[in-house]
């Protein structure tokens, strides 16, 4: 019996995708891609390519707030990290 099902779940999934696979894309979670870090980007460390005053939406913002951070010539990126 177990190497039946072991023999059935790779089969299906050389044909389909798996159940977790369909419910993952179904709720539109972000997935990691599953080829390792280039060998070009290998080098980088986090601290090179990050801001060091990192600027933060909290839970429950005034709408000012937000109009500043958006206003921001130093952050082009808008997208912003919300925090607790």
């Not at 779940?9 to 539109?28: E, P, S, W």
């Amino acid at each position: 019996m177990f190497w039946t099902a072991v023999v059935a779940n790779h089969v299906a999934d050389q044909f389909c995708r798996g159940a977790y696979q369909r419910l993952i894309r179904t709720k539109q979670m972000p997935v990691l891609a599953n080829h390792g870090v280039r060998e070009c980007c290998a080098s980088l460390r986090a601290d090179y390519m990050m801001a060091r005053d990192v600027k933060v939406v909290r839970g429950v913002e005034t709408v000012s707030n937000i109009k500043k951070l958006f206003e921001d010539d130093e952050s082009n990126h808008h997208a912003f990290p919300v925090v607790n």
